[in-house]
């Protein structure tokens, strides 16, 4: 049976024919008769859009394999995660749509989700295991921290998907990153074009990293071109992922700025005026240090690192009225019974998920030092689970409110009470055991706010819920092995809480063990910074975090991190916020990605090579 009709349009005559009821191909006729090449449609078949497919999930796991290791070692240098969907829905674009022209974007949509989830581990690991490269305790089998991670992030997703019905449908919280990429997924024409940006400013971006690697030149010293005092520290970092980085910030990155041009062109100039900068007495006689790295290791980044914990313990406060919405959205859900919807996954499997996931948190903690004993360990992974269900929530109920989560704060606090339990321990299992099972709870967290984030996006385009919380679980397994991989090669290479590579979160956590332990510690500059991030939180969640990330950084990542802001504030203001958006944004992602993959080929090779 051949069914054919025509419907006028302004430029000819739109065909439609049916062959057999399966098949529906539409056609457009010019004026003159001819059918143009450029209108010819492509199939619309009949029934369900293709949504959980092994195309999707394919194409999710490259992805998110690429984004992961890209936004990881970002997070490195710069101490703050990259939200990674808006990324992998411009480049599914450019995979399923214009390469395997799979039309669906629903299909999409899963690819993403799949992509995220792969991610979830880069900020959840980033932010936790450099603090033992840090403090030195490198004997511990990353095996055991891999399956810990994994078990972390199943525990996150299954804790959090019986609240999406209650935290989405009902409370419509607004989740500003899911509404970004669901604006992305709906504008397809424009997905195309943002992944041709995005590769081709990852190109660039690869190129001049590349180069800098091979000549050795990352710095360019316009400061004392131009005369300026030593301690003022004009060094330039010459990254484009920086600039990338800070250009997706946005206004978000002043306060960054802010904190690094305090230090050094503000606190460092007063010093030397009034005569209080430190004095080097090796020599045998004062000799005033102008050093500016000298500066930042005794003096800027202790006071950083206390305004990180002040900051993210603020938080922490600041979020109380949340978790009290948090608790009432739980003891909603429960009344309407929203997991055994047919659109979730069954509750069953769930619980299943939970308490197998549970169970491998409780041999990892029991298995992650010699002398750790079944009941300790059964304690730090009850502790864990417990943390991973209440974190979750709070952080979810955060990032869908404000765009904000205090997940380094959590971590901290995390970490804390797992030491606490490690007591009677030797200093170096009672590390490695607490970051350990610290690492898995983060992970489960960072999975947690990724898939609501997902979900959120999902609501918007139609998707169907179960599918994407089976996408979530499909990557979730994959982003640990990626990046305790890509920990060991840039350790290896460059080492964590290097100049090449701060590790600002890390540092942050190794600084507050060490306090706990008993270490020593610049406890004065601690306490005061801690005051500092404190106050600056509390007039505006996060505001302590990212002053005090401007303390703790080199100063030469600031000013190069201070000309993307510059080009995203200009941009915004001549060209419009839409121009920002649908083409800075791709461009700068891609400048992320391009030199990520290069550093960590550069050293992969120096690892291989050595």
């Given amino acids: 049976i051949r069914i054919r009709a025509g419907f006028s349009c302004p430029s000819g005559v739109l065909e439609v024919s049916a062959d057999d009821g399966r098949d529906r191909k539409v056609r457009h006729r010019s004026g003159d008769g001819s059918l143009s090449a450029n209108h010819v449609s492509h199939t619309i078949r009949p029934g369900p859009y293709p ?3 092994w195309a999707a999930v394919s194409v999710g796991w490259l992805l998110g394999a690429v984004i992961s290791v890209s936004i990881g070692y970002a997070a490195l240098i710069l101490g703050f995660s990259i939200e990674g969907s808006e990324l992998a829905a411009i480049l599914g674009f450019g995979i399923l749509r214009g390469m395997l022209r799979r039309y669906s974007i629903v299909e999409n949509n899963v690819a993403q989700t799949v992509a995220s989830a792969v991610n979830g581990a880069s900020s959840g690991m980033m932010f936790s295991v450099p603090a033992l490269f840090i403090l030195g305790e ?16 199943f525990l996150g997703i299954a804790f959090i998907i019986p609240l ?3 935290m989405i449908d009902y409370e419509r919280l607004t989740y500003p990153g899911g509404v970004a990429v669901a604006t992305i997924l709906k504008s397809p024409g424009a997905g195309i074009r943002k992944a041709l940006f995005l590769v081709s400013a990852a190109v660039v971006s690869a190129a001049v990293h590349f180069t800098c690697q091979v000549t050795g030149v990352d710095n360019w010293d316009l400061g004392s071109v131009l ?24 206004k978000g990155g002043v ?8 230090c050094y062109w503000v ?26 790295e000298h500066l930042r290791l005794s003096l800027f980044r202790p006071t950083g690192i206390g305004m990180l914990i002040g900051g ?21 859900a429960a009344r309407v019974e929203s997991a055994v919807s047919r ?15 549970a169970v491998v948190l409780m041999i990892i903690a029991t298995l992650s030092t010699e002398h750790m004993g079944i009941g300790r360990g059964l304690a730090m992974a009850a502790l864990g689970t417990l943390w991973i269900w209440i974190a979750g929530v709070i952080l979810s109920e955060c990032i869908g409110r404000t765009n904000w989560s205090p997940l380094s704060g959590m971590t901290l606090i995390a970490v804390t009470l797992l030491i606490i339990i490690t007591s009677g321990l030797e200093r170096g299992e009672a590390i490695v055991a607490a970051v350990m099972v610290g690492a898995a709870v983060c992970v489960a967290m960072s999975q947690a706010t990724d898939l609501m984030l997902d979900l959120k996006t999902g609501y918007l385009v139609g998707a169907t819920p179960r599918m994407q919380q089976a996408g979530q679980f499909l990557g979730a397994w994959l982003g640990p092995i990626l990046i305790i991989g890509v920990i060991f090669v840039l350790h290896e290479a460059y080492g964590l809480g290097s100049e090449k590579l701060p590790a600002p979160q890390g540092q942050a956590l190794a600084s507050m063990i060490q306090g706990i332990l008993g270490g020593e510690v610049p406890i004065e500059k601690y306490l005061a910074g801690a005051g500092l991030g404190a106050l600056l939180s509390a007039a505006s969640g996060g505001l302590g975090i990212t002053v005090g990330l401007g303390f703790y950084l080199p100063f030469n990542i600031v000013l190069t991190y201070s000309l993307g802001t510059l080009i995203r504030l200009a941009c915004d203001a001549r060209l419009g916020r839409a121009f920002s958006e649908d083409t800075g944004i791709p461009i700068a992602a891609g400048l992320i990605v391009g030199e990520a993959l290069v550093g960590v080929g550069f050293a992969i090779r120096a690892v291989f090579g050595a």
């Fill in 138 to 153: 490198t004997e511990f089998n990353p095996v055991v921290m891999t399956f810990g991670c994994m078990a972390g992030a």
């Fill in 343 to 357: 659109d979730e996954m069954p509750i069953k499997l769930l619980y299943f998920a939970i308490g197998g996931s």
């Fill in 255 to 262: 306060a960054f700025i802010i904190g690094g041009f305090a």
């Fill in 227 to 250: 005369g300026f005092p030593e301690y003022m520290n004009g060094i330039w970092y010459l990254s484009l992922l920086t600039v990338g980085a800070a250009f997706i910030a946005g």
């Fill in 267 to 292: 606190i460092a100039p007063l010093l030397a005026v009034s005569g209080l900068l430190p004095v080097d007495m090796t020599a045998g006689h004062p000799v005033t240090v102008t050093d500016p």
């Fill in 164 to 166: 999406r019905k209650q």
């Fill in 51 to 53: 949504e959980l497919t």
């Fill in 312 to 332: 993210a313990l603020t938080g922490i406060v600041l979020a109380l009225p949340l978790i009290v919405s948090a608790v009432r959205s739980m003891q909603s």
